[in-house]
Structures are given as C-alpha cells and as structure tokens.
C-alpha cells in the first residue's frame, strides 16, 4: 500500500534505546544534547513575544505566496543591516527551513537528481532531500592548520553533470566554522561553470564567537543564484513560531525566474500564518535581546569547557567560529557510539556522538552550549574523569 520513498527502518538507534530504558526506570540523564534554546533556561521577554503575536487589530487574511510585504521587508531591513542587502520582493516567507529546503530541492532538481551537501554537517539533508526525491553526495570539510576548510578539490569532483545545487552551511552546525573569501570565491565560480545554484544556510550567521563580529555571506550581487535560509528559530531564538526564509540574490533573470517558480510552489500550500507574519517586525526586533542573552550563555560554556578539558589527557575541544556546538575530539580516536553509550550508561551523561553530523572520523562528540551552566559542568566533568 505504502511507497517505496517512505520505507524507512524506524528501529531506534543503541543510544536512543539506552535513553529510553535509562528514562524508564527513573535513573537521571545530564542532557547535554539540548539546543532548544525555549528549554534551557534562556532568559525572555515572555510577554513582549506574547503580545506581539496576539496583534493588535481586526483579524484579516490576504495571503500572498511570498508572505506579507511588511513581514518581508523587516526580513529585508535585517539582512541589509546585517550584510546582506536584499530587497523585499526577493524574500520569500516559509514555515521552517526544512520547508525552504523542500521548495528548492522542488524548483532546482528533478527526481533522481544531487545536491551536494558539506560533511560533516546538520544530519537533516539526506532525509529532507530523499522526501523530495533528490540525493546527496558529499564534499568534505577538513581541519587544517586549526581552521575548518571546504575540500575544494574535492568539491570539484563532486560536481559531477547530476548535481542541480551546493548547499553551504556558514556557519557550519555543529563545526562552527564559516566560509572564508576564497573558498566563497570557488563556490561562486563553480556554480557559474556548472549551472548549479548556492543554498546558503546562514540561520547561525548572528551566532559569531567573537563579539561584535559578522562572518561574511556566501551571496553576492551579480555572481551566482544564491539562495540564502535564516529564520526566527535562531535569529530570535524563537523556534516555536516556525517562520525562517529565503533570500534570493544572483543575476537578474534567474532571480525573476526563481521567484515566479517559487510562487507557485509557495502559493499551492500557503503556511506561515498571519498572526506570526504581522509580528515578524516585532519579533525580529526583541531577537536582538533574546541573541544577546543566548549569546552571553554560548559565551560563557565555551569558557566552562575549554577550562574543564584543559587537563583531560587525549581529549580536545576542537576549533569553531561560530553557533551554538561544541565538538570534543579523542586523540585515540575511539568508536563515538561506544564513547557516548558508555557516557550514558555508567555516568548519565546523554552527548550525540560524531557519526550522527557525519564526521568521517571516529573519536567526536558534540555538546550543546546552550545547556544550563551547573548541567554542562558537571556533564563535561564526567566526561573529562572517563579520559584520564
Ligand atoms: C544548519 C541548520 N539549518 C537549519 C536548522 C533548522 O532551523 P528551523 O528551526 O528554522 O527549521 C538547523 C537546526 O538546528 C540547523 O542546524
């Protein structure tokens, strides 16, 4: 009865099994896993974000495809000042960017064809992708004289005459790492040779370590058809109201014709509610004191586990730019499955190991800076006594 694409194994993993037995019998878990920024103790205008939402005057509907113009030009005003000048009729509203990643794995790839995805990176793509019929091929980032680089070679290669779109992560999750000059310079270039389009996910893009600083966009007038994500998930920390968007640069005609296929897409399902548009200025407004507040705790637990593994023998906290992750590497490069089991069975500790964001190598777990301070010291502790 059912389709071949939805055939999924639905068989939990060893750890999520572990999970579910250790929660079943009551025994305490230190989540160090949490991003969700709504459960850990985040510090919020409650009742500037309720009012906003609830409106203010008559109830109305006008749908547009793209969303209301209000809406998108505080979309647009945010991105300007944030680097990125786009104009309001290149915005398009979405309720979540998985739901932009499905439009434009709709308008760029037929079925059967790629998109090339960095690894290692946000585990989504394979599952978002293969719900549109549409598969992934890999270019991999390395860690190279302490920075994380794009194999561009490797890139290159993986361009083959199937593959529609690049999707560039910048910042990375969970590395952290952004896209330098030249490696923004290569992806331009390449997707001009190749007719391919650049799926910019920049949802971290206000989340840089060092204060004050923006790390630079991937689009860039007049270069390639650049399509760049955000959203209110992580610019306000505000995941809950589902809207994210799409920003859409590169040469005029592509654009135009970008926007008119999205339209139809965008107008066939009509998602983002009216209520969560009309407060969308608002809402981007108090993101700047809910950023600082998740910004100050980032801040403050990457300092909790540098200082904690700065004795752990063999285990280091590897480089990041950026976001909202912190990724720890064993010198011995011990089985992350194993690691992260053991971390839970015999310590309580709930980490994701490596292999869920795909590292190619073995010995990483990734923890959440997010998580409240007394929670994430005592976890890392655990997991600093385990290396020694
Ligand atoms: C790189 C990246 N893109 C997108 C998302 C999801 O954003 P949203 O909540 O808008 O769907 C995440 C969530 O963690 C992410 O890490």
Known sequence: ?????????????????????????GRPVLDLTDTNPLRCGIPYPDDEVRRAVAGHGRLRYDPHPRGGHDARAAVAAYATRSGLPTDADRVVL???????YAHLFRILADPGDRVLVPQPSYPLFEHLAALGDVRTAAYPLRLTSGRWRIDLDALRDAATPDVRAVVVVNPNNPTGSGVDAEER??????????????????????YAHEPGSILPRIAGAGQALTFTL???????????????WILVHG????????????????????????????????????????????????????????????????????????????????????????????????????????????????????????????????????IARRAV
């Open 185 to 206: 310079r290569v992806l331009h270039a390449l997707a001009r040779e190749r007719d391919l389009a650049l799926l910019a996910d920049e949802v971290f893009a206000e």
């Open 94 to 100: 979405t309720a979540g960017t998985s739901e932009a």
């Open 230 to 244: 955000g959203g209110l998930s992580k610019l306000s920390g505000l995941p809950h109201l589902k809207l994210a």
């Open 251 to 382: 040469p005029d005609s592509e654009v135009r014709e970008a926007l008119a296929r999205l339209d139809v897409v965008t107008d066939a399902y009509l998602t983002v509610s009216t209520p969560v548009q009309e407060a969308l200025p608002e809402l981007i407004a108090l993101g700047d004191g809910i950023r600082s507040a998740i910004h100050a705790r980032v801040r403050e637990n990457r300092v909790v586990v540098r200082d904690l593994l700065s004795n752990a023998r063999g285990l280091d906290v590897l480089p990041s730019d950026a976001g909202w992750c912190a990724v720890l590497a064993d010198a011995r490069g011990r089985d992350d499955e194993a690691w992260a089991l053991e971390l839970l069975e015999r310590d309580g500790v709930l980490v994701h190991p490596g292999h869920f964001y795909d590292f190619a190598e073995e010995g990483r777990l990734v923890v959440s800076l997010l998580v409240p301070q007394d929670v994430l010291r005592e976890g890392v502790l655990r």
């Open 1 to 25: 009865m059912f389709s071949a694409r939805t055939a999924w194994n639905l068989e939990p993993n060893r750890l999520a099994r572990a999970l579910a037995a250790r929660r079943r019998d």
